[in-house]
């Protein structure tokens, strides 16, 4: 019998898809069921509550949270959101329900006794509501007292091995792809190199120095299955600099029918036979491919990495050999006032142990960022507001054409004296008695 | 200007501002010495915390610092 009643929740339960009413209600279920086997650290009826008090935001069209507050683990700024709820006499049970963020293992390998521990931790000192993954990839762990914060901290850390997250204006959670674990198409380790940067910047992960949160995040290649380019301050993704590998004769078992096109992903429907043409060729976004004699031809220098032709015939066409990566900075996802992809800042670097040429890039910009970026500012925002000119000053890279996003529209790189033999002088004044306004 | 200098700074803004203003953003730090590298005066402010003279507080997207106990307690 449900503690509160939920006309409106129960009616989100009616559509096509699985809801998270539901979940909550039989999560509210077993906690009132295994009360006598597990003894809770934080009231049964934590679920019950926080379906009641959904239910009276829904009611009252008012949200009925605060955010924030003095909460956290000893000597870490972030990786705790606090949160509490002004109706606690009404609703007891979610009078304090803090969030924690855990870091979560890079390409978010699990082992299933792992998975146990945490469920078991959470459902023992927490509400049990998880959110497999956050946006940014920590597992998010929903609901709790503050007085459980320490004790969770310690079982984590000293017995499963397992960091908070960031969160507040911090580096947070570093996330990458799967990387060469899985994949044929990574061009560097994004599970090393985020462990690495990881490790790097523990300072700067768990104790809040930055104007705002800053993102990193490893795509092994440009299909960018998390989306760095999209999503994170400075975006690491991968990328070759010779020629894509051409199998001619898997190109010709393609053409011919005997391999599937997209590793047979699209066998749903009859499309038809495959054509390359109309299928690779034509859509090449900068037209550098073209079948001769029977053989696929492409012009490397035009190829942008847009990767549909290798997805489309993976045993044919491969990633060159000499690989490494882009980076990308100022990217931001915000709920208000509209998504910003990130900029082509280093075309091409090596990813090598000890990383170093990365942790230079990463730590010019930081330093510049941290000095003039106003509060709640993120890099993005820096970067239009000062100019991407610079940006590439304080990072020392050299202008490039492949900085340019649309010619002859975007001018963004100026000459200045001292960078032009001879200089020039002009003077303001007599060029306007020439040229008026 | 050495580390313990530093910190005696911070708690001295801290405290000639504690009737107007409890809780600093690090920029806010890092304007009261111009001439250190921001990555030091993060660390002054870490001993401080760890000391428990000061502490985070969170907005709920910004960590902020402020002295601890001052201002708005925990409910």
């Known amino acids: 019998m449900p503690k509160h009643e939920t006309p409106l929740l129960d009616q989100l339960e009616s559509g096509p898809w699985p809801s998270f009413v539901s979940d909550l209600k039989r999560q509210a279920e077993s906690r009132t069921q295994k009360q006598s086997e597990i003894q809770y650290q934080i009231p049964v009826d934590v679920v019950d509550d926080l379906l009641g008090l959904l239910e009276l935001s829904y009611v009252e069209k008012e949200v009925h949270w605060k955010h924030g507050g003095i909460v956290g683990v000893f000597g870490y700024g972030g990786g705790v959101i606090g949160r509490y709820c002004d109706q606690p006499e009404k609703f007891p049970g979610v009078a304090h329900f803090h969030t924690m963020r855990i870091n979560q293992p890079a390409g978010k390998y699990y082992n299933t006794d792992f998975l146990r521990q945490i469920a078991d931790l959470w459902d023992f000192r927490g509400s049990g509501v998880t959110n497999m993954h956050g946006s940014t990839g920590d597992i998010i762990l929903l609901g709790t007292t503050t007085p459980q914060l320490e004790e969770i901290f310690f079982e984590l850390t000293h017995n499963m091995n397992q960091d908070l997250g960031g969160s507040g204006s911090n580096l947070r959670t570093p996330e990458a792809c799967l990387g060469e674990s899985r994949c044929e198409w990574a061009c560097f380790d994004t599970q090393e190199l985020c462990y690495q940067l990881t490790m790097e910047y523990q300072d700067e992960l768990h104790r809040p120095a930055f104007p705002y949160k800053f993102k990193f995040k490893f795509d092994g290649c440009p299909n960018g299955c998390v989306a760095s380019i999209a999503r994170s301050d400075l975006s690491f993704i991968g990328t070759w600099r010779d020629d894509i590998r051409i199998d001619q004769e898997a190109v010709a078992a393609y053409v011919g029918g005997e391999l599937k096109p997209n590793g047979g992903a699209h066998a749903g429907k009859d499309w038809g036979p495959f054509d390359i043409q109309k299928e690779v060729i034509d859509l090449c976004p900068t037209k550098c491919m073209w079948m001769e004699g029977g053989k696929l031809k492409i012009n490397d220098r035009e190829c942008t990495r847009c990767m549909h032709c290798l997805n489309v015939m993976p045993r044919a066409l491969r990633i060159g050999n000499d690989r490494g990566l882009s980076i990308l900075a100022g990217a931001k996802a915000p709920i208000l006032d509209g998504a910003q992809m990130s900029s082509l800042l280093v075309p091409f670097m090596k990813v090598e142990d000890p990383y170093d040429n990365i942790k230079e890039v990463i730590e010019n910009i930081w330093d510049w960022w941290m000095e003039e970026g106003k509060n709640r500012e993120r890099l993005g925002e820096t970067m239009k507001r000062q100019g991407f000119q610079k940006l590439l000053e304080v990072t020392g890279i050299p202008a490039d054409p492949r900085h340019v996003e649309h010619p002859r529209f975007t001018p963004y790189i100026f000459w200045k004296e001292e960078e032009v033999p001879g200089g020039f002088e002009r003077d303001i004044a007599d060029y306007r008695s020439r040229h008026p306004k | ?75």
């Not at chain 2, 504690?18 to 660390?43: C, E, H, I, Q, W």
């Open chain 2, 1 to 75: 200007m050495d580390k313990e200098a530093a910190k005696q700074e911070i708690i001295n803004f801290l405290e000639s501002k504690s009737g107007s203003k409890t809780k600093f953003y690090f920029n806010d730090f890092t304007k009261l010495f111009p001439d250190m590298k921001a990555r030091d005066v993060k660390k002054a402010l870490s001993e401080l915390v760890q000391e428990e003279k000061m502490m985070y507080w969170s907005s709920g997207s910004t960590t902020l610092y402020g002295l601890k106990g001052s201002g708005k307690k925990e409910e």
